[in-house]
């Protein structure tokens, strides 16, 4: 294999891996949030121990996203060095924004929220909720300022030709508010709060399945089916302006995303499909001109498809859309259930209706496919490119590596990885069994 | 003063402030094997539980403050050290991981597998950090391209070793003396033990990389050649050091760390001083270095990220010194600890 495809691999593996953590530890920061308010409120003992649980699954989600997070700093230098030189300029204030910002804040206040529980007021440990859960909140504005400056660049100049052009900054503002930072920064944001609903869904139904931890469980899934529903709402919207930045800023992920090859024609939005590459067409259920109206609100006007774009511009059709479409599938699937869970609270049979708790149980992997998935859509999409329009991804590749030494790194990712996973469902199993009220218990076993 | 310079010295800042701050918490996982049973190893690794984090992000608020003020620097580092900044890599995520899971089950065999994995990956990144700064004594080759030229193997020459052990003993003495500071008892009188024997350590290489540096890296004292001034420098380097025993033994344990710290921050800025308008020096062809000036970014990037430290840095230094304010006294075992 070629050190291009090898690199590409990498940095898919460990960013997918990576990104399983972040947005529960967003998802999971607002919920904690909103518990350790309502025990401030009402000072009832039972928000007190849900907080105190609920943070110890943080603590655990929160070190292996910090630990994979590195990573993700560092291979943008090791594999994509050309990229960094030629992106610094731009790319690197925004990195190093987010340290600056959001990291210190974010662990900083995590270490009283973890620990600090006998040596602040209860106010203080409240304000590091609140600080932990803006600093979760601000890496991620940092890092989709960054990436959708990549899909959209605005406010910088290029300098320099042939080797040595690189990106400049000229208008800073610019940069941060490019025409698709704000749309994708809330459908990201949306979606982690969705994700970290789901784990807490995922649990509490598994305690009342059990019949354990009746009242933690219930008290917990009613403040999760809450964020579930306004972040499943917010999903809804900031996907549909997201979708439609990308039809008026990134043509060809457009085109890609919906399977649109005709050159200038009516577009039409496929349910599901089959795509067939060679033969330029999608087979599959579809409504006719329904992208066209999505874009244009008229039926009949064309859109520009792949075909009026050059061969070596054209991302790859199947994944993008595949993903894409099993994305909107998964969303919605989850709104669906939602929906469901709300009927059932309203009519009070939530807590007893079985087999809506069983499907709850394993849906918490639902919204971790859909952001998995919506990544690859934005990514695979954005190809051939790195920085949409200006380098091609393999422009970006590190002139100084060989294929030995990434293969290497690659095999110990996927064995160290697979190793970290295994374990962080072992760990994550066992706090689930022992539960809120282990939480005492695991201590005075552990003083034996 | 130019923003390049005002760059090279808040990279400084930030490099200095996180040898200090995580030079003890690795120092204290590369010590971690010599406390012995459940009980102490606990507290080791709890006397670092609520910081160790905050620590190492001062890593990544500098690689990222490099990627953006010099990002040829960067780029040539990373994808030249290609293998080196993985094995780094690695060791921190199994240190971060250690720490999380160990105490998660109470089994011999789990304990006994993370207290190793703590401290080998302790042992290996401060390691690693010193063969880095080794080879920017040295020099690495450099193409015209700005590309590294060498290999993963060339890194490993005498000069980088013996500036690995170097950190390596500087991090062991500095987490010996944070254990001294944070502990009690039985456990504190043993970890007073370790500082002597630290101190050994340290003052021999520290001896050993001080002639290598001035017989095989002569460049790295011409500044202080230059301007006799700066020779306070190393003097004062040298009494902050002699000053920890002194306090060890009268048992003021804060004032001794206060004086290793100021000893790190003083060879940080011996460093500095040495490369210094170089960041990456060029051997055998110098004129191809990356200096301040070739390698960095635009001045509207240098003055913006300037504005971001200017807002960002006090809201740092203030989370930080809360944190190690609430923090602070001697650790005692709880049920939120690790």
Redesign the interface.
């Known amino acids: 294999m070629d050190i291009l495809l090898l690199s590409r691999i990498q940095f898919t593996l460990t960013v997918m891996f990576h990104y399983i953590y972040p947005p529960l530890s967003i998802g999971l920061g607002l919920i904690i949030l909103i518990m350790e308010s309502m025990y401030m409120l009402t000072r009832n003992p039972l928000y007190h121990q849900m907080t105190k649980f609920w943070v110890k699954i943080f603590?655990?989600i929160f070190?292996?996203g910090?630990?994979?997070?590195?990573?993700m700093?560092?291979e943008?230098?090791?594999?994509w060095?050309?990229y960094?030189?030629y992106?610094?300029?731009?790319?690197?204030?925004a990195?190093?924004?987010?340290?600056?910002?959001a990291?210190?804040?974010e662990?900083?206040?995590?270490?009283?929220l973890?620990?600090?529980?006998?040596?602040?007021t209860p106010l203080m440990h409240w304000v590091s909720a609140l600080l932990v859960c803006f600093g979760a909140h601000f890496s991620a504005v940092w890092i989709v300022v960054a990436n959708s400056w990549m899909q959209t660049p605005a406010g910088y100049h290029i300098?320099g030709e042939g080797?040595h052009a690189?990106a400049?900054?000229?208008d800073?503002w610019a940069m941060v508010f490019n025409p698709s930072s704000m749309q994708r920064l809330s459908h990201v944001l949306s979606a982690a709060w969705l994700t970290g609903a789901f784990l807490v869904l995922s649990i509490s139904a598994y305690y009342l399945l059990k019949k354990q931890h009746i009242d933690f469980a219930k008290a917990s899934m009613k403040v999760a089916l809450t964020v579930a529903l306004f972040a499943c709402a917010a999903q809804l919207l900031t996907g549909r302006i997201s979708a439609e930045g990308v039809a008026l800023h990134q043509p060809t992920k457009l085109a890609a995303m919906e399977g649109h090859f005709a050159p200038n024609a009516v577009a039409d939005f496929y349910l599901f499909g089959l795509v067939d590459e060679k033969n330029a067409q999608v087979t599959g259920p579809k409504i006719p001109g329904m992208v066209s109206f999505f874009i244009h609100g008229n039926f009949d006007t064309p859109v520009r498809g792949l075909g009026s774009f050059e061969k070596k511009d054209r991302p790859p059709v199947a994944i993008t859309f595949y993903a894409y479409h099993l994305m909107l599938m998964i969303g919605i699937l989850l709104v669906m259930m939602i929906a469901v869970g709300l009927v059932l609270l309203a009519t009070g049979r939530l807590f007893e209706t079985r087999w809506y708790l069983s499907v709850l149980v394993p849906s918490v992997l639902l919204p971790q496919f859909a952001n998995q998935l919506g990544w690859f859509a934005a990514e695979v999409g954005r190809q051939p490119w790195i920085v949409y329009g200006l380098l091609r991804t393999s422009e970006g590749l590190?002139?100084?590596?060989k294929a030995d030494?990434v293969w290497?790194?690659l095999i110990?990712f996927t064995l160290?990885y697979l190793l970290?996973f295994v374990?962080f469902i072992f760990?994550l199993d066992?706090?689930i069994k022992l539960g809120p009220k282990g939480?005492?218990l695991e201590?005075q076993?552990?003083?034996a | 003063m130019d923003l390049q310079l005002i760059w090279f010295i808040l990279l400084g800042v930030l490099l200095s402030g996180y040898a200090v701050l995580d030079g003890f918490d690795l120092g204290v996982g590369a010590l971690h094997l010599f406390a012995k049973g459940d009980q102490q190893r606990r507290l080791m690794i709890n006397s670092i539980g609520p910081v160790w984090d905050g620590n190492e992000v001062w890593l990544v608020t500098g690689g990222g403050a490099l990627f953006a003020a010099f990002p040829d620097v960067y780029a040539t580092l990373a994808s030249g050290f290609y293998l080196a900044v993985f094995l780094l890599i690695f060791s921190l995520i199994f240190r971060a991981i250690a720490i999380e899971f160990r105490s998660k089950q109470p089994w011999a065999f789990w304990r006994q597998s993370w207290d190793v994995a703590f401290c080998v990956a302790s042992i290996l990144s401060a390691f690693l950090f010193g063969v880095v700064i080794g080879n920017l004594i040295w020099g690495i080759p450099l193409g015209a391209d700005r590309e590294f030229q060498g290999t993963f193997w060339g890194l490993l020459h005498p000069y980088a070793l013996l500036t690995g052990l170097t950190v390596l003993s500087v991090c062991m003495m500095h987490g010996a003396i944070y254990i001294v500071m944070k502990t009690e008892g039985e456990f504190h009188a043993m970890a007073r033990g370790w500082v002597k024997n630290t101190i050994i350590f340290f003052v021999i290489m520290y001896g050993i990389l001080t002639m290598a540096t001035l017989l095989y890296a002569p460049h790295m004292v011409e500044k202080l050649k230059a301007c006799p001034l700066l020779f306070l420098v190393p003097v004062l380097n040298l009494l902050s050091i002699a000053n920890v025993p002194r306090e060890i033994h009268h048992k003021r344990d804060f004032l001794a760390f206060l004086s290793s710290s100021a000893a790190i921050v003083l060879l940080m800025f011996l460093f500095g001083l040495g490369i210094f308008p170089n960041l990456v020096l060029s051997n055998p062809n110098p004129q191809l270095s990356l200096t301040i000036y070739n390698a960095s970014s635009s001045i509207k990037t240098l003055q913006t990220m300037l504005t971001i430290a200017m807002i960002g840095m006090p809201l740092v230094l203030a989370y930080t010194i809360s944190i190690y304010f609430i923090f602070r006294g001697k650790v005692k075992l709880d049920e939120h600890s690790y």
Request: net charge positive; no cysteine; hydrophobic share 55%.
């Open positions: 603590g655990l070190a292996i910090v630990a994979t997070g590195i990573v700093e560092f943008f230098g090791t594999n060095s050309t960094s030189r992106v610094g300029d731009v790319f690197g204030s990195l190093a924004a987010e340290g600056v910002f990291f210190f804040l662990s900083g206040f995590l270490a009283i973890l620990f600090g529980w006998d040596k602040v300098v080797m690189r400049e900054i000229t800073f590190s002139r100084a590596i030494v290497i790194s110990m160290i970290l374990l760990l066992h706090k939480i005492a201590t076993k552990q003083r």
